[in-house]
Structure formats: structure tokens, C-alpha cells
């Protein structure tokens, strides 16, 4: 029986071999496919059972070995919604049953893939080039926090994002020991020259905690002027997004050496109406003493910040709008030129606005960047880890499904990077499958010489009974 058994050993060794070359083409096939897991071939001899002085090599069998956890080459695509896992991982995909719009139907089932060339379609989803639907969980533009804890597919579309209302002005600036005022200037050897003086006006300008009305009306315009510094400008919203810019001006009231304690005392001002006549309001006191120490500390308010009050400039209601220094953000030290040096005003309102791009972070945020400079997180991707990705079962476009032997999903990128902007290409390797398939060839040309030897020698066999 051993000739026998040979041709079947013979036969089984041609199957392994023909297995083994139909992964090889396979590779070598998808060599360009974005996301492609090559499959090797794994081989293993079927033994006998026989007495141990007559034991036989055996015939062989074949079994794929995948590689879904060797990362192909990352290639930069310049499409912001492309993304790559540069790690472990794969990204949690769904597929599409029926429907269009909003009114899509997907199977609701997570499957996974390393195919990362996501693109927006027509009705705001995520897909890639083989038709899966990316999944996350969105995010609350305004609080920043997760919606939900079940990955869905996101859908993000070109709504506008609302416009924020003007709550805080961040100033830091230093303020000149010696105001450069022009009254100051013109004078510069009369003592307190550079200092606010109420006696000139019909209404006194002075904040409400120094006795005054805190106003400064139209005809006053160019005396109030001439006894303070411009402190810089900003723009502000109210809450429909309307923007209204908002001018400071800063002025002396006392000096440390006038009126004791040892503070210098400052009144902010803002434009109101710079265009007011007679007695029409056009600038207005912040209603609080500024005062700073010998070291030109700021010693009060003890917050650090000045609430603006109430008013209407050009038609835009101003409200609730605070001026934060930070404490230390806002100073009082010689400056030669006796001008404020704003080193920053920045302040946290904005506009409405539109969706202009979209970017993947390295950590699995889909990025938003609006018309009105907004840059907010508007989604987590959902990345999915297995302690088996090589027991993926593999579905047609690069996707994989969970199996027993993989085990349950880890949600989590781990120590795992998003690049977008990249994809992932293929991890097979032309070269090293030109080899393979040359020793599959040999093998297989091999294994048809024993199945020709074993012929002739059962002709040799048939012979003698001739």
C-alpha cells in the first residue's frame, strides 16, 4: 500500500500548495488596496496512526495565518477626513441596509477595519471606499462632553453653530506710572497735570466710589480727552452675534503721594456715543476705583476684574461683560512714552457660524473649524482593540468581525495615535511574495514528480503479471 499512499500524500501535498498559491495571488492582488491584511500560509502534516518502528512522514494540510496585527506603510492623502491608526486598533464601522438621508437604515451591527479613507457623501455621513459607515460618539459642542456611550454613525452636517454672547474681555496691560496725556504733555512741570480733574466738567466724570456721576457727555468730549489715554479696543457680541466694537480709555484720578494710602487710583471708561453732542452721554465710568501699590501691583479690585456696566453702543446692547486681568495680568510701571501697553485683549464671544472644514486630532476628535474661527470637537471616533486581531473572521472591503476566539472588543485608543490626513496601505510585501509563490511553484512541481515516480513504479507492478 506504501505507492498508494504515496500518490495520496502526493495529491494531498498539491492541494496545500494550490491553497498556499491562491493566498499568494490574493496578496499579490490587493497589494494597493488601503487597509489590506495580507494572508499566509501556514502547513501541517496529517500522521498516521502506526507502530513506532513504522512511522511515516505523513500527507499535509494548509491553514491561512493572517496579519491583522502588522501595520501597512502610512501614506499622506491631504484629504482632512482621512485618518490612520498608527498602533493597534481598527476603526468601528457599520453598513448601510436601505435608505437615503436622514432616513438611512444601517444594520446596526459594529464591525471593524484599518481602511481609514473616510470622506463625507451627500447627506453628512462618513464613508470609506469600500462603503462602510464610520461610528463615534458625538460630542456637546457647548459643554464638550460625550453623547451617550454606544458608538452610532456619525453624521455631521453644515448646520450653523450658534453665536455667543460676550461675557469676558481677558486684558493685560501696563499702565504708565505718568499718564501721556496732551494735558500732561503741555504741562509737564505743573503738579498733577496729568491727572483727571472733575472741576472742569458740568457733569463729574468720576466713578460712583469717588463721588462723581461717572459720565462724560458730548460737549465734554475734548476736554475728557486731553486728560486720558486710549487703553485699546476690542470687538464684542451680543447674543444674536451682532458686533459692536468697544473702545477703552484710562484716567489718572489720584495720586499716591495726594491721597494716602499709598495707591495710585485709575477709572476705566468706555465709549459709548463718540459722536454725542450736548449733553448725550458719550463715555461711561466702569464705577470702580483701580488702584495699585508702590510695587505697581494691582491692590484693588481684589479680583482682579472690572464689570462693565449696561449700555448701548451703535445699536448693540451691551451687558454682563467683565474685564479680567488675572490679578497680575494688569500693571502700573514707568513707561517713557506715558502710553498703556496692552499686551493682550482677547475676548470669548463670537458670531454665528458655518462648518467650513473638518480634521481628525491625533487622539480620535473630529475637528470642526467654522467661518467664525470657532475650532470645536464635534465627535469621538470609536476605536476598537482585541487581545486576538489575528482571530478576526475577515468580510469582503477590509472589514472584520468579532469572533469567540478574538474576544470582545476594548474601546480605546490605548496608546494607539490617529494621523490624519494619512492612510494606511497595504502590508503586503510584492517581493517577499514573488519568493513565496517560487517555493510554492518548486513544491508543487516536486510533488507532481512523486505522483509520475509512483505511476511508473505501479507500471513496473502490472508488468510482472504479463
Request: no cysteine; charged share 15%.
Amino acid at each position: 500500500m506504501g505507492v498508494f499512499s504515496a500518490l495520496t500524500t502526493a495529491v494531498s501535498g498539491m492541494q496545500a500548495q494550490s491553497y498556499a498559491l491562491e493566498n499568494i495571488s490574493g496578496n499579490i492582488a490587493n497589494s494597493r488596496t488601503a487597509g489590506f491584511k495580507r494572508v499566509d500560509t501556514t502547513f501541517s502534516d496529517l500522521v498516521p496512526d502506526s507502530a513506532l518502528n513504522r512511522q511515516l512522514s505523513g500527507s499535509v494540510t494548509a491553514y491561512s495565518q493572517a496579519t491583522n496585527s502588522i501595520q501597512g506603510d502610512l501614506t499622506a492623502t491631504r484629504i482632512d477626513t482621512n485618518a490612520a491608526i498608527n498602533g493597534d486598533g481598527f476603526f468601528v464601522v457599520d453598513q448601510r441596509l436601505s435608505g437615503l438621508g436622514s432616513n438611512t437604515q444601517f444594520s446596526n451591527s459594529n464591525l471593524y477595519t484599518r481602511r481609514g479613507d473616510f470622506d463625507f457623501d451627500a447627506n453628512g455621513y462618513l464613508v470609506n471606499g469600500a462603503g462602510y459607515y464610520l461610528k463615534g460618539l458625538k460630542i456637546d459642542t457647548v459643554t464638550g462632553q460625550l453623547i451617550g456611550t454606544q458608538p452610532e454613525v456619525l453624521r455631521i452636517t453644515k448646520e450653523q453653530f450658534p453665536a455667543k454672547a460676550t461675557t469676558s474681555i481677558e486684558y493685560r496691560a501696563n499702565i504708565p506710572a505718568r499718564p501721556g496725556t496732551n494735558n500732561a504733555n503741555s504741562n509737564p512741570t505743573v503738579a498733577g497735570s496729568e491727572l483727571l480733574n472733575p472741576a472742569g466738567f458740568t457733569s463729574n466724570p468720576l466713578s460712583t466710589t469717588e463721588g462723581g456721576t461717572g459720565i462724560v457727555i458730548g460737549s465734554e468730549i475734548t476736554n475728557f480727552l486731553n486728560q486720558s489715554i486710549p487703553g485699546g479696543s476690542v470687538t464684542v457680541y451680543d447674543s444674536l452675534g451682532k458686533a459692536t466694537s468697544v473702545e477703552l480709555r484710562w484716567a489718572k484720578t489720584t495720586n499716591a503721594s495726594v491721597a494716602p494710602p499709598a495707591v495710585d487710583t485709575w477709572n476705566l471708561f468706555v465709549a459709548e456715543n463718540t459722536g454725542a453732542t450736548g449733553g448725550a452721554t458719550a463715555y461711561r465710568n466702569a464705577n470702580i476705583s483701580v488702584t495699585f501699590g508702590p510695587t505697581g501691583q494691582l491692590t484693588a479690585p481684589a479680583t482682579g476684574n472690572i464689570t462693565l456696566p449696561t449700555m448701548t453702543i451703535a445699536g448693540t446692547t451691551i451687558t454682563g461683560v467683565e474685564v479680567t486681568t488675572g490679578g497680575n495680568g494688569l500693571t502700573q510701571n514707568g513707561d517713557v512714552s506715558g502710553q498703556i501697553d496692552a499686551r493682550s485683549i482677547r475676548q470669548d464671544g463670537y458670531t454665528a457660524g458655518t462648518l467650513d472644514r473638518t480634521s481628525v486630532s491625533a487622539d480620535g476628535q473630529v475637528i470642526g473649524t467654522f467661518s467664525n474661527g470657532q475650532v470645536v470637537a464635534l465627535a469621538q471616533l470609536s476605536v476598537a482593540r482585541f487581545n486576538a486581531d489575528n482571530a478576526l473572521k475577515r468580510l469582503d472591503g477590509g472589514a472584520f468581525e468579532e469572533t469567540i476566539e478574538s474576544g470582545p472588543p476594548i474601546i480605546g485608543l490605548g496608546t494607539s495615535q490617529l494621523i490624519g490626513g494619512n492612510i494606511e496601505q497595504s502590508n503586503t510585501d510584492i517581493a517577499d511574495e514573488f519568493s513565496k509563490m517560487i517555493v510554492t511553484q518548486q513544491a508543487y512541481s516536486a510533488n507532481t514528480k512523486v505522483i509520475t515516480t509512483a505511476q511508473e513504479m505501479l507500471r513496473d507492478v502490472f508488468s510482472i503479471i504479463r
